[in-house]
């Protein structure tokens, strides 16, 4: 009799990338577990890996094409589907331009090998500006900070936290997220090591979080002041003595400049808006500086703000000053198996900021999209360049994007939408054609982004446990399809784009996966060359480290910083070590891995110093709040990360967790009892949901998480409409942003919160009024 068999994998369900061990029977799963043997994890596992499962075997979940008819959604077949999908873009492209189509990708984009392979020819073949994505709703500020400071945009520094002697985390909630722009899963038992070793973990946000439980400190902050806070740290630094750049010093650009920039944001003047003490900013600076090594870290909070990029930039520049950078048990940088920040200073695609504006808000471009805040009116509003026609790709930015209810009005009008996903949620129903793609147990797997944010360099591959259903279609096929019907049908451009489509139609996603290991920094030497070739490439590389032969030797095995020849990583070594390989340590790699002029750090780039005015004129500014009137922020669950998962019935069980927290004085203020409903409003709509009433929330400050509102009509999530929840994101304002770079700011904003009134005969519900008789 067959006995169960163990499968180990990568959970894709987050930035965690935690090892899971799947027990099961002949494909039926029995348990999902932490895989102790995952030189990453270590046997951590949170509760989203059972959905997995849930995502597998839910009878919700789309399998094959559907095109929307007058009478309801209709299942076509593939070739029909992507030969009208490509004609329908062909067609609107013809007559309106290539710009009449956009585009939004969704971040589970980035946990897809096929999607992250393939993406690219399929954009080119598109061939729109109007490109949206998660990025700028999530982490394009420390991009953008990465590109002006290192010269490329994927060059973000990670917290060595298993080498710390000292954490700060400002705006993120590790406890629930495991780590975001820092893959590190089991933070918990990585802070118990940080606190058994002597150090310390100090934690700096609006709300007493899960990590802020854990933490030795807890400072309440009010939001969206995180960069008063940060110069008020900078200028303790320069009054005390305390700025020290270690082996950087000759490498770093505007050192006075800084000193002189932050004069005027002492702490006294900063502790009257942040409300933290003078005392304590001071400290917190002071300890910092004298720790024997320290990281400074920040998030969602730090991010989606009005002055995100801002903060991002400063807490870069902290760490720089204070010899944090790149040194051990600082912020570093790390050298992945595919090492795509190499691969983009070799071929010079670092990044692009401002390059073009946005038709309609004039907003800069960033890495060749607009900030997806503004998606909405480039289709309302007419003439050239309107989008028309939208692909989204595992993305639902009615839910996800600011003014959600103006984003659904805008994707009504649309001449055509298609739609890559799996599931018929209150974003996809507005297609005309959706394409699902396999669910992630039945393609394999590997990190290509998230790779180059671990605290660890590590390499691990996940072979599919199923095989797909019949005439189903992976990722990268439907792309690598759509492309092929795309390209333009010049004799010459349709010969490359013929041999580029059955070049990947043969390798596969693990095909091209295997070319990228061997030749990436700890690949295969390559056998071909004699000794007397390879000994001249060292040379090459050591003789001249500032040229493009050395960079490109740089990523490959010849890579000093990784002495490739003792791991000769390929897919089929992957497969031989199914838990994983670990590939060690972050280890210091600046200034060689630097993609700016002359290998220096500029750490004073000329936009974000025109910035500073804007932050002055913060720090002056004496308004008080009404009584009624709070800073929004959110909140992220341990449960939930993306939208789709309130579909398994394990993840959204329980307690209400879409209510809103305000603390026990504003209640009293306003007469709000817990569990009392509420109205939470701005210019744009209101919200009503419970309140949760605790002294975790700082005074004049509300807390409501992102991803709900299910209650929308036409979906097929019938577990998600039991627990619909509303979305923060119907009240969320796309005017309030970064000026910086249009990212929408989240974080911060004023909202008005009130009692449900009722008003004689007349009962206020959400944005209706419903009458009733008295008679009744």
């Known amino acids: 009799m067959p006995q169960p068999q163990k499968h180990l994998r990568t959970c894709n369900l987050c930035e965690a990338m935690c090892g899971i061990e799947i027990t099961h029977d002949q494909g039926h799963?029995?348990?999902?577990?932490?895989?102790?043997?995952?030189?990453?994890?270590?046997?951590?596992?949170?509760?989203?890996?059972?959905?997995?499962?849930?995502?597998?075997?839910?009878?919700?979940?789309?399998?094959?094409?559907?095109?929307?008819?007058?009478?309801?959604?209709?299942?076509?077949?593939?070739?029909?589907?992507?030969?009208?999908?490509?004609?329908?873009?062909?067609?609107?492209?013809?007559?309106?331009?290539?710009?009449?189509?956009?585009?939004?990708?969704?971040?589970?984009?980035?946990?897809?090998?096929?999607?992250?392979?393939?993406?690219?020819?399929?954009?080119?073949?598109?061939?729109?500006?109007?490109?949206?994505?998660?990025?700028?709703?999530?982490?394009?500020?420390?991009?953008?900070?990465?590109?002006?400071?290192?010269?490329?945009?994927?060059?973000?520094?990670?917290?060595?936290?298993?080498?710390?002697?000292?954490?700060?985390?400002?705006?993120?909630?590790?406890?629930?997220?495991?780590?975001?722009?820092?893959?590190?899963?089991?933070?918990?038992?990585?802070?118990?090591?940080?606190?058994?070793?002597?150090?310390?973990?100090?934690?700096?946000?609006?709300?007493?979080?899960?990590?802020?439980?854990?933490?030795?400190?807890?400072?309440?902050?009010?939001?969206?002041?995180?960069?008063?806070?940060?110069?008020?740290?900078?200028?303790?630094?320069?009054?005390?003595?305390?700025?020290?750049?270690?082996?950087?010093?000759?490498?770093?650009?505007?050192?006075?400049?800084?000193?002189?920039?932050?004069?005027?944001?002492?702490?006294?003047?900063?502790?009257?808006?942040?409300?933290?003490?003078?005392?304590?900013i001071r400290q917190l600076a002071i300890n910092f500086a004298k720790a024997p090594s320290a990281c400074f870290y920040g998030r969602m909070g730090a991010s989606t703000q009005e002055f995100g990029t801002l903060t991002n930039w400063l807490i870069t520049v902290f760490n720089t000053l204070t010899g944090n950078l790149d040194e051990p048990g600082g912020v570093m940088f790390t050298r992945p198996a595919v090492d795509l920040p190499g691969l983009a200073n070799v071929s010079g695609n670092t990044g692009s900021f401002n390059s073009r504006k946005s038709r309609v808000r004039k907003y800069p471009e960033f890495g060749g999209e607009f900030p997806a805040s503004t998606l909405a009116d480039e289709m309302l509003t007419p003439g050239k360049g309107q989008i028309r026609a939208f692909v989204t790709s595992a993305g639902n930015p009615v839910l996800s994007l600011p003014n959600g209810r103006k984003v659904e009005k805008a994707l009504q009008q649309l001449d055509f939408m298609v739609s890559v996903d799996f599931y018929l949620n209150e974003t996809t129903r507005h297609a005309h054609i959706i394409l699902p793609p396999t669910g992630p147990l039945e393609h394999g797997h590997y990190d290509l982004a998230l790779n180059m944010m671990t605290v660890r360099n590590t390499a691990k591959y996940s072979s599919a446990l199923y095989k797909p259903m019949p005439d189903t279609r992976h990722d990268w096929q439907i792309f690598n399809e759509l492309t092929r019907r795309l390209q333009s049908h010049s004799p010459l451009k349709w010969a490359a784009s013929e041999a580029q489509y059955l070049a990947i139609k043969k390798l596969g996603d693990e095909g091209m996966l295997d070319l990228a290991l061997k030749a990436g920094p700890y690949g295969r030497q390559p056998e071909a060359l004699s000794d007397m070739q390879k000994r001249m490439a060292r040379f090459m590389y050591k003789r001249f480290p500032a040229s493009g032969i050395s960079a490109l030797l740089d990523v490959s095995p010849y890579s000093r910083h990784t002495r490739g020849e003792q791991h000769n990583l390929s897919l089929k070594k992957l497969k031989q070590n199914p838990h994983g390989i670990d590939l060690g340590p972050l280890q210091p790699c600046l200034p060689e891995r630097l993609g700016t002029q002359g290998k220096s750090i500029n750490l004073v780039p000329k936009l974000f110093m025109k910035d500073i005015v804007r932050l002055q004129k913060r720090l002056e500014r004496k308004t008080k709040p009404a009584p009624d009137s709070f800073a929004l922020i959110g909140r992220r669950d341990v449960r939930s990360n993306n939208s789709w998962m309130h579909n398994s019935e394990r993840l959204v069980k329980g307690k209400n967790r879409c209510t809103a927290l305000l603390h026990p004085d504003d209640a009293k203020k306003l007469g709000i009892n817990n569990g009392d409903n509420i109205i939470v409003s701005t210019r744009i709509g209101e919200i009503e949901l419970p309140a949760q009433i605790t002294e975790e929330i700082m005074p004049s400050v509300l807390c409501v998480p992102h991803g709900w509102g299910h209650q929308r009509t036409g979906t097929q999530l019938s577990v998600a409409e039991k627990h619909a929840g509303v979305s923060v994101n119907d009240i969320t304002d796309d005017y309030s942003i970064d000026a910086l770079t249009g990212v929408a700011a989240f974080n911060g904003q004023q909202v008005t919160v009130s009692t449900i009134k009722i008003e004689k005969n007349v009962v206020r519900l959400n944005d209706k009024r419903l009458a009733s008789s008295s008679a009744s």
């Not at 077949?77 to 013809?94: D, G, K, T």
């Not at 807890?218 to 700025?243: E, K, N, S, W």
């Not at 944001?265 to 409300?275: H, M």
């Open 29 to 280: 799963i029995l348990a999902i577990k932490g895989d102790p043997g995952d030189p990453l994890s270590k046997g951590h596992i949170c509760p989203k890996a059972v959905a997995l499962q849930d995502l597998h075997e839910d009878p919700d979940r789309l399998k094959y094409p559907l095109l929307k008819t007058p009478e309801g959604w209709e299942q076509i077949s593939w070739e029909n589907a992507l030969n009208e999908v490509a004609s329908r873009l062909r067609n609107i492209q013809a007559k309106h331009g290539n710009n009449a189509v956009g585009i939004y990708l969704g971040n589970p984009t980035i946990h897809n090998l096929g999607s992250m392979l393939t993406l690219m020819p399929f954009l080119s073949a598109l061939g729109t500006s109007n490109r949206f994505s998660a990025t700028s709703v999530d982490q394009l500020a420390p991009m953008l900070v990465a590109m002006k400071m290192f010269g490329n945009q994927l060059m973000i520094p990670i917290p060595d936290i298993d080498r710390t002697d000292m954490m700060i985390c400002l705006g993120a909630n590790p406890m629930a997220s495991n780590g975001s722009l820092m893959t590190a899963p089991g933070f918990k038992n990585r802070v118990k090591a940080l606190q058994d070793r002597g150090g310390k973990l100090i934690v700096i946000d609006p709300r007493l979080t899960e990590t802020a439980k854990i933490a030795d400190e807890h400072h309440f902050i009010r939001p969206g002041t995180d960069a008063l806070l940060l110069m008020a740290m900078l200028h303790t630094l320069f009054r005390q003595d305390l700025v020290d750049t270690g082996r950087l010093t000759n490498h770093l650009q505007g050192i006075n400049i800084v000193k002189n920039m932050v004069v005027g944001f002492t702490p006294q003047k900063v502790a009257r808006i942040t409300g933290m003490k003078a005392k304590d």
